[in-house]
């Protein structure tokens, strides 16, 4: 790894995790719900991205250094299973476990359809 490598990995890893805290606060302004459905957003359209992402540099239009920044970098420091996987511990740990089970294999289903999903449209471009 390039010393420039690792300061672009460092800098998206740590705006993605800005952005995380930014699209979560929002969404928990807007909302009015102990679901966490803040975490479940940012994971799936991370989810979608990384798709796309990563079928866009399948057929290298974008260096191997990019695929690393923003699939490693900054879609990592944007989405959150350890914090996923958390709050679903609390939503058993408060005896809601229609919502833990929701939250866990909803988020995975979904998560996977959107991976899916952004890989489909990046074979489109």
Do not use: C
Not at 31 to 55: D, Q, S
Not at 102 to 124: E, H, R, W
Request: hydrophobic share 50%; charged share 10%.
């Amino acid at each position: 790894m390039t010393p420039l490598l690792f300061l672009g990995l460092s800098a998206a890893g740590g705006i993605g995790s800005v952005l995380r805290l930014i699209v979560d606060g929002t969404i928990k302004a807007h909302t009015r719900t102990t679901f966490p459905i803040g975490t479940m957003i940012i994971n799936v359209t991370g989810a979608l991205l990384l798709g796309f992402v990563t079928e866009i540099m399948l057929r290298d239009i974008l260096p191997d250094a990019w695929r690393l920044i923003i699939g490693t970098g900054l879609l990592g420091g944007y989405t959150t299973f350890s914090t996923a996987s958390f709050e679903s511990v609390r939503l058993i740990q408060q005896h809601r476990y229609l919502s833990a089970l929701v939250n866990s294999l909803g988020m995975l289903s979904l998560s996977i359809a959107a991976a899916l999903t952004g890989a489909v449209l990046g074979g489109l471009l």
